[in-house]
């Protein structure tokens, strides 16, 4: 069943009053999955050559929300395949590495919180990787229930995007970070009980 708690619920109407029109106009699913790696890729940009946390707040934002934007136009053209899911999956992973990966070299050397940004970052990534990976390798054993934990790939965007804005972006990487981390561990609990139980009822 899918989680109550995700954030995507609350920008359903915008995704598809984006995703509508554009898919009137003929726009290819796979078109916006890569326009929102662009969204990632100008966040990245800006915050190394300007230093604003709200213009990569903002950029951030916008990658959240055209990722779900290419879904909603390729249900919205029937248009969803197999490729299009896995090139969604590859590039939304690309785009989270751009976006920490982005933090770590704008903040190189500085400490917060008693530890290098750069370890923070690393920290973020493994979790935010392992979030998705245990999902996906539970899948392929048979799990079905794979909504679970608070902290999924949008809860995470969102609260970076908060933090960003209201200037605080070290402090959002540690949530992320966290929320990463632990999200990824009740996961593999929970997954590995729902395998555990599978077998022993076969």
């Not at 915008?14 to 898919?23: D, T």
């Not at 090139?87 to 500085?110: N, P, R, W």
């Not at 996906?136 to 229930?145: E, F, I, K, N």
């Amino acid at each position: 069943m899918p989680s109550k708690f995700r954030v995507r619920r609350i920008f359903k109407g915008l995704v598809w009053w984006i995703a509508r029109p554009l898919a009137r106009a003929g726009a290819r699913p796979n078109t916006i999955t890569y326009f929102s790696l662009l969204l990632a890729l100008l966040a990245a940009l800006i915050l190394n050559l300007t230093g604003s946390s709200i213009g990569f707040g903002v950029l951030v934002f916008l990658c959240g929300l055209f990722d779900g934007v290419d879904g909603a136009v390729a249900r919205e053209r029937n248009l969803s395949t197999d490729a299009g899911a896995f090139t969604d999956s590859v590039v939304d992973k690309v785009a989270e590495v751009l976006i920490l990966g982005s933090i770590a070299i704008a903040f190189s050397g500085t400490t917060f919180l008693s530890l290098h940004v750069e370890w923070w970052v690393i920290l973020a990534i493994i979790g935010w990787l392992l979030t998705s990976y245990t999902s996906a390798r539970a899948s392929s054993l048979g799990v079905t229930d794979l909504d679970i934990g608070l902290g999924a790939r949008s809860e995470r965007l969102l609260t970076l995007v908060v933090f960003s804005v209201l200037n605080q972006l070290l402090l959002g990487l540690v949530v992320v970070s966290v929320m990463g981390l632990l999200t990824a561990g009740y996961r593999f609990y929970n997954y590995h009980h729902e395998i555990v139980r599978q077998s022993k009822s076969q």
